[in-house]
């Protein structure tokens, strides 16, 4: 009689352990993609903050070339070339989103590299820029309801021809062959 009772109780959990499993994995993948939502969504927030900084880097640098700050005579002098690229800079970085909003004025740093030796003749445009609210989605299960982004790019306004060379200019070459 004892055998014939543990032989039933045995049958009645048959399939208990695998139908435990399948909720726990349905739990444990909706954590991961709730997870994997969340990262992709701050790496591309991350990149989209790079982008600006980039941009509004290369922008300033421009403006600094085109200026006249590399070469000798030094025209406009540093402080409105300065003022100019810092300007665009600022226009081309608000100019962005990141993470779905345009990024503001008050979240963006542009600064250049005026201690040094070589800012006369090769000035550096530096652009941070950081987005200090990007929400969250799902981490919000952890307490975390808003995470910084930030990204930082140089750009640099060479001047090859400041070290005694020749000037350097743009040449028009005909072709020989059409």
Known sequence: MQRHRTKLRRNSEKGLIITLVAVFMLFVVGAMAALAIDVVTFYTARSEAQLAADGAALAGARV?????LTSTNNSPGPGAAKARAITVAMLVATGNSVGGRPLKTTEVTV?????????????????TVQRPDL?????????????????????????PSAGGGPPVGPLCLKPWLL
């Open 135 to 159: 929400p969250t989605f799902f981490a919000r299960i952890w307490g975390r309801t808003k995470v910084a982004v930030g990204a930082l790019a140089k750009a640099e306004a060479y001047n």
């Open 111 to 127: 600064t250049f590299n005026d201690g040094s030796s070589t800012f006369a003749t090769d000035p550096q445009v530096i652009v």
């Open 64 to 68: 600094l070339a085109n200026s006249g």
